[in-house]
């Protein structure tokens, strides 16, 4: 398991508290994010899927707690709550709202980075690099896959698809081992599936590293993926 390299969200409207929440996940190796609003906030979630979510109950545009309620919706996202009074511990307790955790302002940097880590622990998070100095990320919890640091938007096969490449880098796959390794429904057994997989899962790592060919083509066998840094 590996939590370290995480993406780490801090929603927060104070920039003092955010740049010592920032420089504190720094120095633990992960890789923090910063919205000061809600709404970008809610928009970050949405964009970049983080593994964690760190939430300021008081923020200038939305109560923190409609803001968790907005981000639940959009998936299972981890969330520690940021509080300023013990009276919103007793309104998050009591909601029954499901954070992960909570945090009461002041805190030290060192004990949300624990809690952090603590309740991505819990969690089983494994976004695992794959070869060392592979651009990319496997969350198999989440079924998302980064590139460059970029979350790709696939489709459940493009995922399944990219997931068996990754896994075997320089290995050259033939559709029906590709099939027969990213699929399970008899109805899309056909070697075009996957070639229209490559070619959508291609245009995906393009946007991201123009240029690059990152999937080869094997004339008359199939694919591999050939990664570099
Ligand atoms: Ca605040």
């Known amino acids: 398991m590996r ?19 920032i420089y504190a996940l720094r ?13 970008d906030g809610i928009a ?3 964009c970049e899927h983080p593994a964690l979510v760190i939430l300021d109950i008081g923020l200038p545009d939305q109560s923190g707690i409609d803001v968790y309620r907005e981000i639940q919706a959009l998936g299972p996202f981890p969330v520690i709550f940021l509080t300023a009074r013990a009276a919103e511990v007793d309104r998050i307790v009591g909601l029954e709202i499901g954070a992960d955790d909570y945090v009461t302002k002041p805190f030290s940097p060192r004990e949300l980075t624990a809690r952090v880590k603590a309740v991505l622990r819990r969690l089983g998070v494994q976004s695992t690099p794959i070869a060392g100095d592979s651009p990319f990320l496997v969350d198999s919890q989440r079924l ?8 790709l938007t696939l489709s459940r096969y493009e995922y399944r698809l990219l997931k068996v490449l990754i896994e075997r880098p320089g290995r050259v796959f033939s559709r029906a081992q590709l099939l027969d390794l990213a699929w399970d429904a008899p109805e899309h057994r056909l070697d075009r599936t996957v ?7 291609r245009a995906k790592l393009t946007a991201i590293r123009p240029g690059a060919s ?4 094997h004339r008359g066998f199939g694919y591999s993926l050939q990664v570099t840094k």
């Open 195 to 201: 070639d229209t997989h490559i070619k959508t899962l």
């Open 214 to 217: 990152v999937i080869k083509t």
């Open 27 to 39: 120095t633990e190796n992960f890789r923090p994010l910063w919205r000061a609003t809600g709404r």
């Open 3 to 21: 939590i370290a390299n995480q993406k780490i969200l801090l929603i927060e409207d104070e920039p003092s508290i955010a740049d010592t929440v």
């Open 44 to 46: 970050a979630v949405r």
């Open 144 to 151: 998302l896959i980064t590139y460059d640091g970029k979350a």
